[in-house]
Structures are given as structure tokens and as C-alpha cells.
T-cell receptor, first 114, second 115 residues
Framework: AQKVTQAQTEISVVEKEDVTLDCVYE???????LFWYKQPPSGELVFLIR??????QNEISGRYSWNFQKSTSSFNFTITASQVVDSAVYFC???????????FGGGTRLMVKP | DTGVSQDPRHKITKRGQNVTFRCDPI?????LYWYRQTLGQGPEFLTY????????KSRLLSDRFSAERPKGSFSTLEIQRTEQGDSAMYLC?????????????FGSGTRLTVV
């Protein structure tokens, strides 16, 4: 069975602070994909990043960066210099090898205050 | 194509009534998925189709839930004899194959409130 754990249910920061959202996963698949999605108040899930299990290189996209560590089954997400518009719920998700089912974590609500 | 469309956006129904939701995927996507998201939780997988074939339905929550995709294009999710516990956001997603470069594209969801 697959499982994704986001231990931080809610984080509050002041604008311009850096913040890291944690994600730990469990799977028996040797090939899998990890995702991060953003869910603003409007409700739509917005894709942020996809990472496959064979690529452990960290990735940076503007103010966003991701740290994938297979040894600890973690895929953490850092926002640098946070902005109010970053306020949303962020979900980490695991796609199984068959590619037909995403398992989501419980989400982390990020509140960025001005 | 503007993405995955879901209709209606909101539905309020009385307990015991049947409801049906519609999802129109991105036209070239052959896979379509339904997820349910309750308040404060992450989405949970319900079922998926490849073209018109429903390949996984064991995660449907009960026999009151059913889904169809008759022509391999749009899909409907029906809940019969709704209960208050069915109140949730129902999300549809589509993909081209199982491991698309950008994962699944999600719709904005249908929020169901059972009173």
C-alpha cells in the first residue's frame, strides 16, 4: 500500500520568510513518481512539479525548490522569500508504477501574512 | 481546449436524493479519473477509465456510487440515495496515458452538500 504523510497541517509565516513543506512517502514500487500540487481557495489543483524515482537531482524553479531524498523517502518543498499569493494548501502526491492512481498526503495549509 | 470542465460547480441536495456530476476531459486525453476530497483532507482516488473502459472501481465508496464514460469522452459520476457523509468536493482529472509529463490535469471540482 502507498502512503504519503505531510506532518505539518498548517504553517504561518510572514512575507519574505523562507518556508519548507515536508513530505514523506511509503511505497513498494521501485519506479514511481512524486508530485506537488497547490490548491488555492478557488479549489483547483495546480500542478507544480513531477519527479521520478530515478532522478534525485534537486530542482529549482524561481522561488520554488524541491529536495528529493530517496534514502529517507522524503520530497520536501521550499518556497524562498514567500509572498501573500503563496497562501494555499499544498499537497504532496505519489503516483504508482501502473500510473493509474495518485495517493495524496493530507496537505499543508500555508498562510503568508503581509 | 481550456482544460478539464466539471458541471455543476456546486450542488445542494436533500438526503436520499440521487445526484449526477459531469466531467469533460481534455479532448485528446484517453484516461479519466474521479477523486473525492473531504474538508481538510487530500483527494482520494475513486475510479478511472481508459477510453470507455472502467479499469478500476474497487475504490468506489459503496454500491451507491457509479461512474460511466459511454463514448470515451465525457464521464458522469452518480451517487444514489445521498447521505450527509457524501458531502465533499468531487474532482475529475484526465491524462494522456498513465505517466504524462505533467501528471494529471484536474478540473475545478463539484462541491456537493447533502442537507
Amino acid at each position: 500500500a502507498q502512503k504519503v504523510t505531510q506532518a505539518q497541517t498548517e504553517i504561518s509565516v510572514v512575507e519574505k520568510e523562507d518556508v519548507t513543506l515536508d513530505c514523506v512517502y511509503e511505497t513498494r514500487d521501485t519506479t514511481y513518481y512524486l508530485f506537488w500540487y497547490k490548491q488555492p481557495p478557488s479549489g483547483e489543483l495546480v500542478f507544480l512539479i513531477r519527479r521520478n524515482s530515478f532522478d534525485e537531482q534537486n530542482e529549482i524553479s524561481g522561488r520554488y525548490s524541491w529536495n528529493f531524498q530517496k534514502s529517507t523517502s522524503s520530497f520536501n518543498f521550499t518556497i524562498t522569500a514567500s509572498q501573500v499569493v503563496d497562501s494555499a494548501v499544498y499537497f504532496c502526491a505519489l503516483l504508482n508504477n501502473a500510473g493509474n492512481m495518485l495517493t495524496f498526503g493530507g496537505g499543508t495549509r500555508l498562510m503568508v501574512k503581509p | 481546449d481550456t482544460g478539464v470542465s466539471q458541471d455543476p460547480r456546486h450542488k445542494i441536495t436533500k438526503r436520499g436524493q440521487n445526484v449526477t456530476f459531469r466531467c469533460d476531459p481534455i479532448s485528446e486525453h484517453n484516461r479519466l479519473y474521479w477523486y473525492r476530497q473531504t474538508l481538510g483532507q487530500g483527494p482520494e482516488f475513486l475510479t478511472y477509465f481508459q477510453n470507455e473502459a472502467q479499469l478500476e472501481k474497487s475504490r468506489l465508496l459503496s454500491d451507491r456510487f457509479s461512474a460511466e464514460r459511454p463514448k470515451g469522452s465525457f464521464s458522469t459520476l452518480e451517487i444514489q440515495r445521498t447521505e450527509q457523509g457524501d458531502s465533499a468536493m468531487y474532482l475529475c482529472a484526465s491524462s494522456l496515458g498513465g505517466l504524462g509529463t505533467y501528471g494529471y490535469t484536474f478540473g475545478s471540482g463539484t462541491r456537493l452538500t447533502v442537507v
